[in-house]
């Protein structure tokens, strides 16, 4: 069911926001603008805000879903362990209550990962994936081990960690450049409650590699880079976009393109939009 909803326009569903219940629990999300559907999932310990800069751009010309993913935003935990599609399965039903068959996936980061375990289940859903600051990848175990030390210090130490988390998402000059940008960013971070922190992160260091579907799929899709981005390496990306056969956008800066780049990205993602 749909509950809460908001619609500021008189026409269809031009405007419109509330929750959708999933296995007992709220599923918050937006919908904007008209024409072909645009599903923004944001990553982790972020939320549908992240969208702000970008979702009045898209919706000039497409339908632009945002969705609060479990344990993040307005939508609430399901359990202990999030898998990557567990949360493919509530963006599914936000998209079925909306009546959207098909769409356009742009995920940054963790939302990346969700997306991928949506085109693996339901590629004909795809229409384009656009992975920002994201990867196919399933982690190594450099990065396995560390997400089991934030685990254990989210039980303790929860507030320090989640600001050093988002200041290490950030190229190191950009820290002091977008200053009153990562306080916000941080903010939003800590309303993230601490179940959907360990959630999120038991989901991520367990999921699958998914690069054969990214290099098998049929539909449209885009990687976009940071060259200095501290989480992932600028060198393995570049090769696992040549390897599936994956077009690329490269930035010179780090994991936050929604924030280092902004204006390049709104460009990049436009053009995207508009090929698929």
Request: hydrophobic share 40%.
């Amino acid at each position: 069911m749909v509950e809460n909803l908001t619609q500021l326009t008189p026409k269809g569903f031009e405007t419109l926001s509330g929750f959708v219940r999933y296995k007992n629990t709220n599923v918050a999300f937006s919908s904007e603008g008209k024409g072909a559907a645009v599903v923004l999932l944001h990553g982790f310990l972020e939320n549908a805000t992240m969208w702000s800069a970008i979702v009045p751009e898209i919706s000039k010309r497409n339908r632009v879903i945002c969705i609060d993913l479990l344990g993040h935003g307005q939508t609430a935990c399901l359990g202990y362990v999030h898998t990557m599609e567990l949360m493919a399965e509530t963006v599914e039903a936000v998209l079925k209550k909306l009546r959207i068959r098909r769409a356009i996936f742009i995920g940054h980061s963790l939302g990346g990962y969700v997306a991928l375990a949506l085109a693996e289940k339901n590629p004909q859903k795809v229409k384009g994936l656009c992975l920002m600051n994201s990867t196919a990848r399933a982690d190594d175990a450099i990065r396995v081990e560390l997400r089991n030390r934030a685990i254990k210090s989210a039980q303790t130490n929860y507030k320090n960690l989640v600001r050093m988390s988002i200041s290490n998402l950030f190229k190191e000059v950009n820290l002091k450049i977008y200053e009153k940008e990562v306080l916000k960013i941080k903010e939003q971070a800590l309303l993230t409650p601490i179940q959907g922190y360990i959630a999120a992160q038991e989901g991520m260091k367990n999921r699958p590699d998914r690069t054969a579907v990214l290099a098998q799929s049929s539909f449209k899709k885009l990687f976009i880079i940071g060259e200095s981005d501290p989480v992932l390496n600028y060198q393995l990306v570049e090769k696992e976009a040549e390897e599936t056969a994956t077009e690329t956008v490269v930035f010179s800066d780090g994991h936050m393109s929604h924030i280092e780049n902004k204006h390049k990205l709104i460009i990049a993602l436009k053009q995207f939009v508009k090929s698929c």
